[in-house]
């Protein structure tokens, strides 16, 4: 339950000020006195090893004009905890039994309200309220993703938006111009150009199995230090979310390397979440309502065969193929899709200049630093 000592803000200024790039300013981070919005100040206690990590974090977020949720004792004002709030509209609500799960736009993670929490129904309603309008939300959960707290947001007319995702409206339907059997003349066409052009074209330009574990090495080798989270580093070791920025910018490396990478994204079915055990996270596992990751044309298993193949260093440390990428997820009758390396929303989109996937993983670089800060670095020893 939330006491008064819960505080939202978008604005932070250190007093005195701090820049967070020399080390020894990050040490002595400890015993600033942070201002936030609406003039109120707050302390980083001395004593407290957290306070340089909690330091870097919130002049992160002051230069991303970000919220972030603090927890103050309130005879000290020192802050005791911090969390990193989604800001993102509520695309979904559906009833779990004794928790409400909620689905955001921006995010491929269950958020959980428990129904047994003493503020869960005043939780349920702004939620509601803000799908029924569209609005924003400023949504703060903890490390299981139980939400916490939920506000409703109107940004500044300055505040800089973060990406969300395109209003896709359905296609329409025509009926073809050709009566069958015409219609099928470029569907037989474009196989017999397969047929011709596949000895000499698609095996020669997939990858050997040694040269995709080089391209699967190279992106894995872009993982983060969960401490320092330097960018352009990509949060592996942050599973909980993102999925779609990790993969896009994948994709870009790849492009630049040579490779002609497209991506394959995977759905729930209708009550299982994915779930993988993982020992990146503090609780061993993570959830999500689909998941996306990068593919490669690979020759084999087989003289003349080839197979797409999975990248994805945040579940493996090899490519894997889409059954053995489908497996470890734990829902049987999950769907698969294969897509274009271009689209970088979920239900669709692109992101050309790769602008979007920018911001979303300096959020979620944030979100592995904060974690890390307060539980430790993954991996988890308690995690089997």
């Given amino acids: 339950m939330l006491g008064p000592n819960a505080i939202v803000s978008t604005t932070i200024r250190f007093e005195p000020p ?5 080390e020894e300013q990050l040490r002595s981070a400890a015993g600033l006195s942070v201002q936030l919005e609406g003039e109120r100040r707050v302390r980083l206690d001395a ?8 330091a870097r974090v919130l002049d992160q977020l002051s230069k991303q004009q970000m919220p972030v949720y603090l927890e103050v004792d309130p005879e000290t004002d020192f802050v005791t905890r911090l969390l990193i709030p989604h800001v993102a509209r509520v695309a979904a609500i559906t009833s779990g039994g004794g928790t409400l799960d909620v689905e955001l736009d921006r995010s491929h993670a269950p958020h959980s309200v428990w129904r047994e929490d003493p503020d869960g129904a005043e939780l349920e ?5 803000s799908q029924a309008v569209g609005g924003l939300v400023i949504l703060t959960e903890d490390e299981a993703h139980h939400v916490i707290d939920v506000r409703a947001f109107t940004p500044p007319s300055d505040w800089p938006m973060p990406p969300f995702p395109p209003v896709l409206f359905p296609e329409p339907t025509f009926l073809p111009r050709f009566p069958w059997p015409l219609s099928r003349i470029p569907w037989l066409l474009e196989r017999l150009w397969y047929l011709v052009r596949w000895p000499w074209w698609w095996w020669f330009h997939c990858l050997t199995p040694a040269r995709a574990q080089q391209v699967f090495t190279a992106m894995a080798g872009t993982t983060c230090n969960p401490l320092t989270v330097p960018p352009p580093c990509i949060p592996f070791l942050y599973p909980d979310d993102g999925c779609w920025a990790r993969a896009h910018e994948m994709c870009r490396l790849m492009i630049n ?3 002609s990478p497209r991506k394959v994204w995977i759905d729930h079915s209708n009550g299982l979440w994915l779930q993988v055990k993982t020992k990146n996270n503090p609780n061993c596992y993570v959830e999500w309502g689909w998941h996306v990751a990068p593919t490669l044309h690979v020759r084999g298993p087989n003289f003349w065969q080839t ?5 994805d260093p945040s579940l493996f440390t090899t490519p894997v193929s889409f059954a053995t990428w489908k497996g470890v997820q734990g829902d049987p009758a999950a769907t698969l899709t294969d897509t274009v390396a271009d689209q970088f929303w979920h239900g669709g989109g692109t992101d050309p200049t790769y602008s979007a996937s920018n911001q979303i993983l300096a959020q979620y670089r944030l979100a592995l630093q904060n974690r890390s800060n307060q539980f430790g670095p993954p991996p988890y020893a308690n995690c089997p």
């Avoid at 701090?18 to 020399?22: C, D, I, Q, R, T």
């Avoid at 004593?47 to 909690?54: E, K, L, N, V």
């Avoid at 309603?125 to 309220?129: K, N, Q, S």
């Fill in 18 to 22: 701090f820049e967070g790039a020399p």
């Fill in 47 to 54: 004593d407290d090893i957290r306070s340089a990590g909690f």
């Fill in 125 to 129: 309603r702004r939620l509601r309220e």
């Fill in 257 to 259: 390397m040579g490779h």
């Fill in 307 to 311: 197979q797409r193949m999975v990248i």
